[in-house]
């Protein structure tokens, strides 16, 4: 029965409060147009990059992109964080994309339908 509740009722609890992704979503709200590239990758605790480890869940409204010439992108657990910068390498804009982890059982039907797929 022990065996059971931790099955049922604390490995989903612990899958949802764990996030294995190094990037500090809390920091965005710092992020300024004066920043370099170090000092955003110091702040947010990562370079650039996929952090994702299963399928993300976006909560998606209509983005409206600023004029930039690239574009820097942090992709976890809790969504995105994408940094436009104009030709010069100065921050024009960023956006925060709010996500969540799959439930847990559909990320591992996933998970299983792809190896079966040989994926």
């Known amino acids: ?10 490995a989903p609890l612990a ?8 990037i500090r979503y809390e920091n965005f709200d ?11 990758e110091k702040l947010l605790g990562c370079p650039p990059g996929d952090y994702r480890r299963t399928a993300i869940e976006y ?17 976890g657990s809790k969504g995105d964080i994408v ?3 104009d030709a010069e390498n ?3 804009g960023k956006m925060r994309i709010h996500g969540r982890r799959e439930p847990p059982v ?5 998970y299983l339908w792809d ?3 040989g994926r």
Do not use: C, G, K, N
Request: a negative charge.
């Open 1 to 10: 029965m022990v065996l059971l509740v931790i099955f049922v009722v604390v």
């Open 15 to 22: 899958y949802f409060l764990y996030d294995p992704t190094p």
């Open 30 to 40: 710092q992020i300024s147009d004066a920043m370099t590239e170090d000092e955003v």
């Open 59 to 75: 909560d998606l409204d209509t983005p409206v992109f600023p004029p930039f010439a690239t574009e820097q992108r942090w992709m």
């Open 83 to 85: 940094i436009f910068r």
């Open 90 to 92: 100065r921050i024009t």
């Open 106 to 110: 559909i990320a591992w039907t996933h």
């Open 115 to 117: 190896t079966l797929r």
